[in-house]
């Protein structure tokens, strides 16, 4: 058995958050995100909380969980303990329990043009990569929006502008990308006081990444860019 202690809260009753405990009987194979959807099926159906896929694709479960933020779908049980503590993602607005209030990390999400950005008329032909430049995107691609990174970066918190982590990390997958052509327009998303001038280099965000990706290197990546940018007016060496 495992007390698993959730974070409540709910804005109509709540003047501030508290932890509900539950006792859960552990088996192999016991996720986080299950042991929450038996306490809601049979404890408390009042829970609130995400989740879609179940398979750590959707990223919609990130939690904090036991003092590090993870996929709840893809923590199992047996590998935290006989006590266990569920929080909702810092730096973000709770609704309720552990949902978070996303509209600014989507916002911000959309301010930066998530799509390949190339007007060059096609005709029957196809923009062609060589292995070599696909191979760029490898550590890029795998971003599945779960928000860890943004909840553990220091600087989400100080500065709501700033774009964050995540979002930086898909600026650099599109500015990567040799069939992108806004390469000038992501370097000026991303040069600014609340882009990636403002990270700090914490390294937190690498260490959450449950996709074990590395937001930092990208942001390290823009900033040449950037520099190079306002030295040489050039916004990409091809």
Known sequence: MARVSVFR???????????????????PGLTVLEALINIL????????????????????????INGMYRLACATQMSDLGDEVVVRP???LPV?????????S????????????????????????????????????????????????????????QYLGPALLLKVDRFYADTRDRAAADRLAAADSEHGVWR???????VEVCP????????IAHLKMGAARRRLTGRAKVR
Not at 51 to 62: E, F, H, I, L, T
Not at 199 to 205: E, G, I, L, M, R
Not at 211 to 218: G, M, V
Request: charged fraction near 25%; glycine fraction near 4%.
């Open 199 to 205: 990270c700090h280099t914490a390294y937190n965000c």
């Open 89 to 91: 993602l810092y730096h």
């Open 211 to 218: 996709k074990s990706l590395n937001p930092t290197a990208s």
């Open 105 to 160: 990390f989507w916002a911000k999400y959309e301010m930066i043009r998530p799509w390949l950005a190339n007007e060059t008329p096609l005709g029957d032909a196809e923009r062609i990569q060589s292995p070599e430049e696909r191979a760029r995107l490898d550590n890029l691609v795998e971003c599945i929006l779960c928000a860890c990174c943004h909840a553990s970066c220091p600087f989400t918190d100080t500065d709501p």
């Open 41 to 64: 099926e049979q404890e408390d159906g009042g829970l609130a909380f995400r989740y879609a896929c179940r398979g750590a694709v959707c990223g919609s479960c990130s939690m904090h």
């Open 9 to 27: 809260y709910d804005p109509e009753f709540d003047s501030k958050g508290y932890f509900d405990d539950f006792e859960v009987a552990v088996r």
């Open 95 to 103: 609704i309720r329990d552990l949902v978070v209030d996303m509209t």
